[in-house]
């Protein structure tokens, strides 16, 4: 694929009180290009626990190429589950959403799961959601 429909990807993780903060970095590292920037900012739970938010915006298509080719490491029962889900996954707003097991990730495996945020903005014209869900099946070819 020459060109890649995204605008962007988001990707998010929140790091508890119980966990290490450099293994939940990680984890995300895991999906993302050498070297690249991770934001972190420190929030408060609402027992009053450190939550540390961690996260990071791919924007060049060379390092969304990146993103995507550690996503092509999903199984493929769980590509498949993607693609039958896939309207529910691509909002109105064009926007595609998934979530990827930190703990899997932490070992340098990318699996669906709980723990990193995925959003990925979908670039569709018309800005539609069909146009958005066509782009994204092709992303996932």
Not at 83 to 112: I, S, W
């Amino acid at each position: 694929m020459s060109s890649i429909p995204l605008h962007y990807i988001d990707l998010r993780a929140f790091c508890y009180v119980t966990e290490d903060d450099s293994r939940v970095e990680d984890a995300l590292r895991t999906f993302l290009p050498e070297e690249f920037e991770i934001e972190r900012t420190e929030s408060t739970g609402y027992a009053g626990d450190r939550i540390v938010v961690l996260s990071a915006r791919v924007e060049k298509a060379d390092d969304l190429r990146t993103v995507l080719d550690r996503l092509g490491d999903l199984p493929d029962e769980e590509f498949d589950r993607i693609r039958d889900e896939l309207d529910e996954r691509v909002t109105e707003n064009c926007e595609f959403f998934l979530t990827l097991d930190k703990q899997a990730a932490f070992a340098g495996t990318a699996t669906l799961g709980d723990g990193i945020k995925l959003r990925g903005k979908v670039e569709a014209y018309p800005a539609k959601k069909p146009a958005a869900v066509e782009n994204v099946e092709e992303i996932l070819e």
